[in-house]
């Protein structure tokens, strides 16, 4: 469902500095809407200061940009009602069940109460989790947490939706799972914006982009960059790119 | 959305483990233990007396001092040294030596001129119980000496007698639990709407939270608003379990008005509950959250005439003392609780309170970014 046509985000000259680091080294860079793009790098590389910029959770040094057709610098409060977050860290309540979680975001959101039992229903038995309704959710297993976030992030049906490395830690079989909910957000439009460390993961992207010491150093479909890089798989892509990288 | 937001606060309030059955016992402790505790009358001052005269007079001025409530006589010697030897080794409070010549100097044989031959002496390690101990030791020996000669036939009776009446306004028997109770409940209200807010917010931040809130549309007056809401209805719920215990305790009203100390207590809440969420945004952890807090809580404890006179503390400490929230909301509750103040006694504290959460409140909003 990637239309080409219609730009979701666009990133001109991006820099973020904290002091005389530079997170973010002037990046550039659009996605499609539908599109599912990856974000890959080495830990610390500046994937994840360069996905705070975005959602609006932290103020570029320098640079613009649009994501879904506002502006990072001045329209911070219109995008936050627009795109969903999953962070790094698991953030949903853990002293609440998982329906009290759901109504909380579908709330904050201004979903109505009978929009938010009907989103409470549809979810849960999207995820199979009928049961756990009345679950504490600091009681879940990791793989269900991971799940429930990434269905509460959508909760309000956003046109964007930022994944800070939603796998970490994930068997196996809930990481496929989890990828069959990113190619269902992706197939009804939504844009799936996501940081991995797994490469089997990078070959479900549609788009991928790999950051080394906050900049850019390759961007492209895992297909075009396997043979750009003359590696066999993204494995291979990966270790020759980030293997460039200068600083810790 | 704040309903959602209101709805969270109050049930994170419930389910944690700690907080709900502390502000239940709050009151108890406030009311029925630290009244106690807190007290500054001086009573069971260890006293040991050295007597010299061996009389039927030194006996019986013994038996007064001893009999006054005042003293727990520890033991009776025959020698200073051995006296000050116990003082020394820190086991006695005070010594009251008879010297020889007292039963004379009682039954009038010898000039009036002369000095009453006994000693007091005192351990002021603890500066307020050995001056306050002094002083009752002073008054017995006094009383004893002046009931003693007026009975041997002295000269009191044609002294011109001057009558001096006291009279004790608004806590008739100086009772020391009366004047603390209000600034126990003070000290309450300032440590739970300091601290949980506080610690609230740091919890989410390290709980990383805060970030799923930051990147949603929450504005942050309603996020913050949602977060004190709970502790006002705490802190309400403190004041008056506070004042009804306390009634049934010990029968304590309030002289004054119920909606003064409503007010009171709403500007003193938002002053400490903006200070806590002021604090919470400097802090990285729990940790360093509750040492700053500590450190402002002590701080604004001490220096608040609470405890000691505002009055007695050098003029650098009444500056101190003058920014601080407690030394306002203390006065006018013990105002309105024991002389039933008005508004229209303490506005000044409400102007300065007021004015005192208006800046924390202002800052705390401030210093409170969505996107850094």
Not at chain 1, 185 to 192: D, F, P, Q
Not at chain 2, 296 to 305: D, N, T
């Amino acid at each position: 469902m990637v239309n080409t046509g219609e730009k979701t985000v666009v990133i001109r000259n991006l820099v973020k500095k904290f002091g005389d680091f530079t997170a973010v080294d002037n990046i550039s860079f659009d996605v499609s809407k539908g599109e599912i793009f990856g974000f890959l790098g080495a830990n610390g590389a500046g994937k994840t200061t360069a996905m705070r910029i975005l959602c609006c959770l932290s103020h570029p040094t320098s640079g613009e940009g649009t994501v879904a057709g506002l502006d990072i610098l001045t329209e911070q409060e219109k995008i936050k009602k627009r795109i969903g977050y999953m962070s790094q860290k698991f953030s949903l309540y853990p002293d609440l069940k998982v329906w009290e979680n759901i109504e909380l975001f579908g709330g904050i959101y201004g979903l109505t109460d009978k929009q938010i039992a009907q989103k409470t229903e549809s979810m849960l038995k999207a995820l199979s989790m009928e049961n756990t309704r009345d679950m504490f959710v600091r009681d879940m297993p990791l793989g269900w947490k991971q799940k429930l976030a990434f269905s509460i992030a959508m909760v309000h049906d956003p046109q964007i939706v930022f994944l800070d490395e939603p796998t970490g830690g994930v068997d196996p079989v809930t990481r496929r799972n989890f990828w069959e909910l990113i190619y269902e957000a992706a197939s009804k439009g939504v844009t799936v914006f996501v940081t991995t460390h797994y490469m089997d993961e990078a070959e479900y992207c549609d788009r991928v982009s790999v950051m080394v010491d906050g900049r850019i150093e390759a961007l492209g479909s895992p297909a075009e960059l396997k043979k750009q890089y003359n590696a066999s798989d993204m494995d291979g892509v990966f270790t020759k790119i980030a293997g460039r990288a200068e600083r810790e | 959305m704040w309903k959602y937001l209101l709805k969270k606060e109050f049930k994170q309030f419930l389910r944690d483990p700690g907080t709900p059955g502390m502000t239940l016992m709050f009151p108890f402790l406030i009311i029925l233990v630290f009244p106690f505790a807190s007290n500054m009358e001086i009573r069971n001052i260890k006293l040991v007396m050295v007597d010299n005269d061996c009389s039927e007079q030194s006996a019986l001025m013994m038996e007064k001092c001893a009999s006054s409530g005042y003293f727990e006589v520890k033991d009776i010697v025959n020698s200073p040294s051995e006296a000050q030897k116990m003082m020394d080794d820190g086991r006695i409070d005070a010594i009251l030596t008879i010297n020889a010549g007292f039963a004379k100097y009682i039954e009038g044989d010898v000039p009036a001129t002369d000095a009453l031959p006994v000693g007091i002496k005192v351990n002021t390690v603890n500066g307020t119980r050995g001056s306050i101990g002094s002083q009752y030791l002073n008054a017995c020996v006094s009383s004893y000496v002046m009931s003693a000669k007026g009975m041997s036939g002295g000269t009191a009776g044609q002294s011109p007698q001057i009558d001096v009446t006291e009279t004790y306004r608004y806590n008739e028997f100086l009772d020391y639990k009366e004047f603390m109770i209000p600034a126990l409940i003070v000290i309450a209200i300032t440590m739970m709407c300091g601290f949980l807010p506080a610690l609230n917010i740091v919890s989410e931040k390290e709980r990383g939270t805060i970030e799923q809130m930051n990147v949603t549309p929450v504005s942050k007056a309603a996020f913050i608003i949602c977060k004190m809401v709970p502790y006002v209805v705490v802190a309400y719920f403190m004041v008056f379990s506070c004042m009804l215990l306390s009634w049934l305790a010990f029968g304590y009203g309030c002289a004054g008005s119920l909606l003064d100390v409503c007010i009171f207590t709403l500007a003193h809440i938002v002053v400490m509950a903006s200070f806590g969420l002021l604090v919470s945004n400097y802090s990285e952890n729990a940790q360093q959250a509750m040492f700053v807090i500590w450190f402002f809580s002590m701080a604004f404890m001490l220096v608040a005439g609470i405890f000691t006179p505002l009055e007695s503390m050098p003029q650098w400490a009444k500056i101190v003392a003058y920014a601080n929230p407690l030394t306002y909301y203390a006065d006018a509750m013990r105002g309105i609780f024991l002389k039933g103040s008005t508004l229209a006694d303490t506005w000044k504290d409400l102007v300065c309170l007021v004015g005192i959460g208006g800046t924390t409140t202002l800052w705390a909003i401030l210093s409170y970014h969505k996107t850094n």
